[in-house]
């Protein structure tokens, strides 16, 4: 009775240690290894043995495995910070390489930075989010629906700044449906299916409620436009149904 | 033991020890634990620290993957994950024996004939 207390005790212990894992570590494993802490807790108790130097033995051993893990996550958050850091730094010279050929193209360098870390956070979200899940389909989702949200909300930016119209605005409805539903769905691939066709839907419904009026050509243009996005938040939504299917296999 | 393959590089006992353990067949973590004690005659004692620790890193290696949750009869009705070999980590695991018979045929041979 004794050794059932003292083994609960332990075992409440052994996940508050667990906690101490870097996230992707203590997700992935964390539940194998708390049950084998609980097997080997019963197999000494089942030999009538004592638990504390059981406990001892083990909370110092995951201890040593909790600072390599960690000094191993750090190292690969700097590897991944660095490799997105020159990637940024890549696509920036297309903008850098454009202004200086494109006429009337002046941004100051406020705007490189501006842009910069636009570039470099996009980066950052894609290589968070997208390890998540091993399955290629739903990195390339990621991917998808980054390059998409990262289009239209560049691309109304520099349309609201030129038209000062704020009816614009109402585009960013459409990264903010996207933004809610990733939190709601905890990213996980079969809510963040839903999410990218609730965009795709949002943004067909803004396309439909358009004022009409435009000229004929400039009609044409937007409703392309508006295609294309819709297209790919779909395309973005299919790849994360895919992923899920794939992760129920 | 970092990225995919590994075939030429020798293995770390802690690697070593749970691919035997996984070559005769599916495991989950207390089983692995289990049957690397049975292997190594209780020389090698590992905890869930360096076996959960190894076994991410051979994942990420290709070595081996999760098998399914399941229930093992043996133990209680608590669902576990299983792991088991693939084929890079068979092949690993042979490479690394032949390894091992290199070397102690060299060593014999010293033995018996003192050079």
């Known amino acids: 009775m004794a050794t059932n207390v003292a083994g609960r005790g332990y075992r409440t212990w052994y996940a508050m240690l667990l906690r101490l894992y870097p996230r992707p570590f203590r997700e992935r494993f964390g539940e194998g290894m708390a049950q084998t802490f609980h097997d080997l807790c019963r197999e ?206 | 033991m970092a990225k995919k393959n590994t075939a030429q590089a020798p293995l770390t006992p802690a690697v070593l020890h749970i691919l035997l353990a996984l070559s005769t067949g599916e495991r989950h973590g207390y089983g692995i634990m289990k049957q690397v004690q049975a292997d190594s005659q209780g020389k090698a004692k590992m905890g869930p620290g360096t076996l959960y620790g190894s076994m991410g890193r051979m994942m990420e290696a290709g070595l081996i993957r999760e098998s399914d949750k399941r229930i093992d009869p043996e133990m209680d009705d608590e669902r576990r994950i299983y792991y088991e070999l693939t084929g890079a980590g068979r092949a690993a695991l042979e490479s690394e024996l032949k390894r091992y018979r290199g070397v102690v045929a060299v060593a014999e041979g010293r033995l018996v004939h003192g050079h």
């Open chain 1, 44 to 249: 000494h108790r089942d030999a009538r043995r004592g638990l504390f130097g059981l406990a001892l033995w083990i909370f110092f051993e995951t201890s040593v495995g909790i600072v390599r893990e960690n000094t191993t996550h750090m190292s690969q958050l700097g590897k991944t910070m660095l490799r997105v850091a020159l990637g940024a730094l890549a696509v920036l010279m297309v903008p850098l390489v454009a202004s200086q050929v494109v006429e009337g193209w002046n941004w100051d360098a406020g705007g490189f930075v501006f842009v910069y870390v636009l570039f470099f956070g996009t980066g950052m979200v894609y290589a968070v989010i997208a390890r998540k899940m091993g399955a290629w389909s739903y990195k390339a989702g990621v991917g998808v629906a980054l390059v998409a949200g990262f289009a239209l909300g560049w691309s109304n930016m520099v349309h609201v700044a030129d038209s000062e119209n704020p009816a614009n605005l109402v585009y960013y409805s459409v990264l903010a449906v996207g933004g809610v539903g990733a939190w709601l769905a905890r990213l996980e691939a079969r809510g963040l299916a839903r999410t990218l066709f609730a965009m795709a839907a949002t943004l067909a419904l803004i396309a439909v409620m358009l004022p009409s009026g435009a000229p004929p050509y400039v009609a044409r243009n937007m409703a392309i436009l508006h295609g294309v996005f819709v297209a790919l938040f779909t395309a973005s939504g299919l790849l994360f149904r895919h992923a899920s299917l794939a992760g129920l296999k």
